[in-house]
């Protein structure tokens, strides 16, 4: 290095004004790097910072060595950058400053490091280009920092975005509140800086949110309370929809005692949208349970004392009585399976019919779906049509068949009971609980119509019911 310094006169002869004049002595105490190429690029002053940063001595006027003293420079990114390619290149070929212009620089020993760069050409007399002077030195310790920062603030910004919440600061003064991205997103804006005047606030948020919102600001506010804000409203979005925010945050205050005022409130929102939409499906969930529960309990209510009213063998009751409730267990488990939206009429019907003998039903028609109240009027009529099979129909005998067919007639369904190879039939000589639920139960739960024949040859029953949605 004090070689350097001893023949510095050699340097300088013959150089251009602006470069001899630069004075090494003063080039060396400086705790940064610097060097000066001529106008061809050839490296003609270097400091002592810069030989140590680079790890190595350049060879002065060395054609071979133009424009960079440093072993290799990267990009930021990695990309390799020739020496012709460099910033001092572009400041001795064009005259370009740069300011601040940071890359990879790799030593002869493998080390690396971050160079922030300022650059300025040299004109002599004449205004032309003489060379070019670089400053430069080791930023390693705060890139890494920074990109620690931008890291933390990506890791961050993507939490925000999953959680679906954004930051924003309303201050006092200016009655401006300023978003972030994911705020903007949130909010239904399409820049952070937001006004809040009277038309602002009318078209942004829900006029029955609006008093809440007010009060709470108006509480949080207060120089005696503890400055915390939380509140949900909803928003209108730029299609026009509503979202609903759930937004919180603390308010900054000045001055101390009965100077104490707010300046600006700084929070964060979150997106309630789905909650919101979960709560209000839960809470009609809930009213139609209870409707279910309410409408099931007057049915059991119904077949009790239907099925109680004047029995002579209470046993007998108590079993009709429990085959009957069963029967609209297996309705209510079918339609449970299918969320109360519906069932499939073979599944009603074969369902109905499953504590009695499978060989002796024919089931059948094309495939239609039922309303959940049109699935329990049927299971109670088919399990009704069945046992009184069993007891005095086409089921006492084990050549008894049941015959039970569906089809579409226009919006309406007709579902046909057809009895055969049963003993002969003649019609009841008293209304049992069956004949009354038939006639009378089904029309109102079915909406529709039910017609039964007793005919000689098997009991028939056509039930007909408008299809529903």
Known sequence: MSQSVAFQPLILAGLPDPIRQLDQTVLDALPIGVYVCDADGLI????????????????LHDAAQRF????????????YIPPAATPMAAAVREGVSF???????ENPDGRRWVASVTIHPLTGDGGEIVGAINCFHDVTADYER??????????????MVASKMGTWRYTM?????VYDDNAQRLYGLTEAHFLHDAEGVKAKFHPDDMELMWSRV???CDPAGDGVYEVEYRVRQLDGRWRWLSAWGLVEFEGLGDQRRPVAISGASRDLTERKDAEDIQRLMVNELNHRVKNSLATVQSIAMQTLRGAADPEAARQALDQRICSLARA???????NWSGAALHDVVARAVQPFLASSFAIGGPPIEVSPRQALALSIALHELATNAAKYGALTTPQGLVDIAWRLDGQ??????????????????RRGFGSRLLERGLLAELGGRARVDYDPGGVVCEFRAPLET
């Open 44 to 59: 003609v002053r270097v400091n002592l910072k810069a030989i140590e940063l680079w790890g190595r001595t350049p060879r």
């Open 68 to 79: 960079c003293g440093c072993f290799r420079v990267e990009s930021l990114e990695g990309a």
């Open 99 to 105: 300011e601040g212009v940071e890359a990879w620089v």
């Open 146 to 159: 920074r990109r620690a920062m931008e890291r933390q603030q990506r890791s961050f910004d993507l939490a």
């Open 173 to 177: 003064d200016d009655n401006v509140c």
């Open 218 to 220: 108006t509480q949080a």
């Open 332 to 338: 209510h488990d079918l339609l449970t399976a299918r």
């Open 412 to 429: 309406e369904m007709v579902l046909t009971w057809r009895e055969s190879g049963g003993p002969a039939v003649s019609p009841p000589t």
